[in-house]
């Protein structure tokens, strides 16, 4: 069964503290993407890449920054975590074909607190 | 710029009743998604629809793509408490062909037995 894995389901972390969550997908799948899920919001994207070392800022990538050394790894930074990140973070990879999207997988998220 | 609405934003149902999920794009979309989270759980991707006037079924789930494909609808026959979760539709964001989606905000559906 086809898989993207996220390292953590919930994290606590301090305010200031860099903090990364990672996530790793088995389909060789070109574009991943982070996203976070708050109540009322609805799914909002943070970053996406559609290459290795490729990245492309989403929505809302103020006060992130990603990482992507690895075609199957994808990597969100929180630079200095701030109590306004606390979230449920989604990772998800998909495939294109002649420029049209296919459907997502995503991972089962990390609920993020900042304290 | 593109914009995707989810109405109702919620559904209360009573078990074995039918109802309907819609989905209006701002623009004209090649393709649309829709996906299913659970409760505690995250997003999982039913269907995509890619022609004008599209219609697919999963079992009591009936997919609908619009014949200006700026619409879809979501119908669910005799609903069991397992259909219980927010459906979300997704389509492709216009400007660029790296398959980001454009996420509508949700229909959350409550089946009462």
């Known amino acids: 069964d086809v898989k993207v894995t996220q390292s953590s389901r919930y994290l606590v972390k301090r305010t200031g503290e860099k903090v990364f969550l990672e996530c790793v997908q088995d389909?060789?799948?070109?574009?991943m993407f982070w996203y976070r899920q708050d109540p009322g919001l609805g799914l909002r994207l943070i970053y996406f890449s559609y290459d290795v070392k490729m990245k492309e800022k989403g929505d809302i990538p103020e006060g992130y920054s990603v990482s992507r050394e690895k075609k199957e790894r994808f990597s969100l930074i929180l630079e200095s975590a701030s109590t306004n990140q606390t979230s449920m973070y989604l990772c998800?990879?998909?495939?294109?074909?002649?420029?049209?999207?296919?459907?997502?997988?995503f991972g089962s998220g990390t609920r993020l607190t900042v304290v | 710029g593109q914009q995707v609405m989810q109405i109702p934003q919620y559904q209360h149902v009573q078990e074995g009743e039918d109802f309907t999920t819609y989905c209006n794009s701002s623009t004209t979309l090649s393709n649309i998604q829709w996906y299913k989270q659970r409760p505690g759980g995250h997003p999982v991707f039913l269907i995509q629809l890619v022609k004008s006037g599209e219609v697919k079924k999963q079992k009591r789930l009936t997919f609908q793509f619009g014949e200006a494909k700026k619409n879809s609808s979501l119908h669910i026959t005799a609903t069991q408490t397992t259909d219980v979760g927010t459906y979300f539709c997704?389509?492709?964001?216009?400007?660029?062909?790296?398959?980001?989606?454009?996420f509508g905000a949700g229909t959350q559906v409550v089946v009462t037995p």
């Open positions: 998800a990879s998909s495939q294109t074909s002649g420029g049209e999207a296919y459907g997502y997988t």
């Open positions: 389909m060789d799948h070109e574009n």
């Open positions: 997704a389509g492709p964001k216009t400007t660029d062909s790296w398959g980001k989606l454009q």
